[in-house]
């Protein structure tokens, strides 16, 4: 719904863009309720989905690594050594934030459940192969639970953000800071990966947030219009 600008004014565009719509004590109260039952579905969801992804892993990709001579398949072998345990924390995780979710909980409290899932699902497996001086790189497990929550918990563009910033400083440090190697890509291209990795992720991110950001933009000017509704 943006209005005319005067000059078509670049900057008078982006200001109405950016300007969301005056949040309600009743869109806050709806938010805090549709927050806590896509969390706790988001949460059901991602037991499932490490369940089947554990299955997979471990009756497929483990034994064709297993066969197979190059050393490439041997060097990438050696980060599943640690999967069983790394599923069992994560599977932990999940379950314990999703016995921790109560009814009436505020939104301060739900914005913690939401970086303790982050924590428990992308978090654990990345810092589990830091302390062994390894960097994983887990693109489709990345891209596919923060989707999840992007399109199941569709609001609070910011807790996404800030969840995103948090993955990639972790896995930065990992890659920047302490120069662990990444086993199964080769030394001479994992630059070129990690830039790769990097540019893909923020555009991946970019949209998702985008996404959020005007789909909740259109819930707050619903509210807005149903309260003028009400007193007219």
């Given at each position: 719904?943006?209005?005319?600008?005067?000059?078509?004014?670049?900057?008078?565009?982006?200001?109405?863009?950016?300007?969301?719509?005056?949040?309600?004590?009743e869109?806050?109260?709806?938010?805090?309720?549709?927050?806590?039952?896509?969390?706790?579905?988001?949460?059901?969801?991602?037991?499932?989905l490490?369940?089947?992804?554990?299955?997979?892993?471990?009756?497929?990709?483990v034994?064709?690594?297993?066969?197979?001579?190059?050393?490439?398949?041997?060097?990438?072998?050696?980060?599943?050594?640690?999967?069983?345990?790394?599923?069992?924390?994560?599977?932990?995780?999940?379950?314990?934030?999703?016995?921790?979710?109560?009814?009436?909980?505020?939104?301060?409290?739900?914005?913690?459940?939401?970086?303790?899932?982050?924590?428990?699902?992308?978090?654990?497996?990345?810092?589990?192969?830091?302390?062994?001086?390894?960097?994983?790189?887990?693109?489709?497990?990345?891209?596919?639970?923060?989707?999840?929550?992007?399109?199941?918990?569709?609001?609070?563009?910011?807790w996404?953000?800030?969840?995103?910033?948090?993955?990639?400083?972790?896995?930065?440090?990992s890659?920047?800071?302490?120069?662990?190697?990444?086993?199964?890509?080769?030394?001479?291209?994992?630059?070129?990966?990690?830039?790769?990795?990097?540019?893909?992720?923020?555009?991946?991110?970019?949209?998702?947030?985008?996404?959020?950001?005007?789909?909740?933009?259109?819930?707050?000017?619903?509210?807005?219009?149903?309260?003028?509704?009400?007193?007219?």
């Amino acid at each position: 719904d943006l209005q005319p600008c005067p000059n078509g004014s670049f900057s008078c565009y982006m200001t109405q863009f950016l300007a969301a719509p005056p949040t309600s004590k009743e869109y806050r109260r709806w938010r805090e309720r549709f927050v806590r039952d896509r969390l706790r579905l988001t949460v059901l969801i991602s037991i499932v989905l490490l369940t089947v992804l554990a299955i997979i892993n471990l009756t497929v990709v483990v034994p064709a690594l297993t066969s197979s001579t190059s050393e490439q398949a041997t060097l990438a072998l050696e980060q599943y050594r640690l999967y069983p345990y790394i599923f069992t924390i994560q599977q932990l995780g999940v379950v314990l934030n999703l016995l921790l979710l109560r009814r009436g909980a505020t939104t301060q409290q739900l914005r913690w459940h939401f970086l303790g899932y982050l924590t428990a699902v992308l978090l654990i497996p990345q810092i589990s192969f830091m302390l062994l001086g390894e960097t994983t790189i887990d693109l489709g497990g990345w891209i596919l639970f923060f989707m999840l929550q992007a399109v199941f918990i569709p609001v609070q563009w910011r807790w996404h953000l800030v969840s995103q910033i948090i993955m990639l400083a972790v896995v930065g440090a990992s890659v920047v800071v302490f120069r662990f190697d990444s086993p199964g890509v080769p030394a001479e291209i994992q630059p070129s990966i990690y830039f790769f990795l990097l540019v893909l992720m923020l555009c991946v991110f970019g949209i998702a947030d985008l996404g959020i950001y005007l789909y909740e933009r259109l819930l707050r000017r619903e509210f807005a219009l149903r309260q003028q509704l009400q007193l007219f």
